[in-house]
């Protein structure tokens, strides 16, 4: 398959040398034997919308999906462009961008930080799901989906994020708010990396971190869904 990883943003920099690029976690996450082809959003970079793709993969970003940032438009467009031709995979802000472009909306949630481990119900069973068991996966974000677009089903979710995983049936699309491609230790650093920021929330979250995961799980809804045909 050929897979454009749309690449919005990077890690702290601090971590880069020991944990790599969002493009190099997704790659190890989703498997090799596939063409991979990066596209820095930020610098401008996008697919051309006719070119051919098996699916593109919208990575996490520090951004606001809402943020005044002058790539943001024009990713909302390239979205609407290639929506129903070529498969979409949204993760954290690639889910929240993808939603508000598809006639959702994102705000800054009034529940403050979602991070560390937490387990999302999983409410319906799609061709690309194993099972309805819930997982067990890495988060972090501020920023929720608080309107679906009207096309989407929301598959699952908890409590505190009920727009966990949207999927756009007619469009061949998913989203995810998870960080599935998060090793538990770049979790756990980047939880250090932010521990000022997240005061009391740092200690729980790392240590949640230490139990197991469904990671590999959730990588391999993804491969499912990006072999499925149109």
């Not at 996008?46 to 005044?68: K, Q, V």
Request: net charge negative; with cysteine; hydrophobic share 45%.
């Amino acid at each position: 398959m050929i897979i454009g990883i749309l690449e919005t943003g990077r890690p702290p920099r601090a971590l880069q040398p020991a944990f790599g690029s969002y493009p190099d976690m997704f790659k190890a996450l989703v498997g090799p034997g596939h063409d991979y082809r990066v596209f820095d959003v930020q610098a401008g970079e996008l697919p051309a919308p006719d070119a051919t793709f098996e699916g593109h993969i919208i990575t996490g970003s520090p951004a606001g999906a809402y943020d005044d940032l002058p790539w943001i438009a024009p990713l909302e467009d390239f979205l609407r462009a290639v929506k129903g031709r070529t498969k979409l995979v949204g993760i954290c802000f690639g889910h929240q961008i993808m939603a508000q472009a598809f006639g959702g909306r994102v705000e800054k949630s009034s529940k403050g930080w979602g991070v560390g481990l937490q387990a999302y119900d999983i409410s319906v069973r799609e061709p690309w799901i194993d099972s309805t068991a819930p997982i067990a996966i890495p988060v972090s974000h501020q920023d929720q989906v608080i309107e679906a677009p009207p096309d989407a089903r929301v598959v699952g979710g908890n409590d505190f994020n009920p727009f966990g995983v949207l999927a756009y049936e007619a469009a061949g699309a998913i989203s995810l708010q998870c960080h599935p491609e998060f090793a538990p230790a770049y979790a756990t650093a980047l939880v250090e990396a932010r521990a000022q920021q997240l005061g009391a929330l740092a200690a729980p979250a790392v240590r949640s971190l230490q139990s197991p995961n469904d990671c590999a799980r959730v990588g391999g809804w993804i491969r499912q869904f990006l072999a499925q045909g149109r």
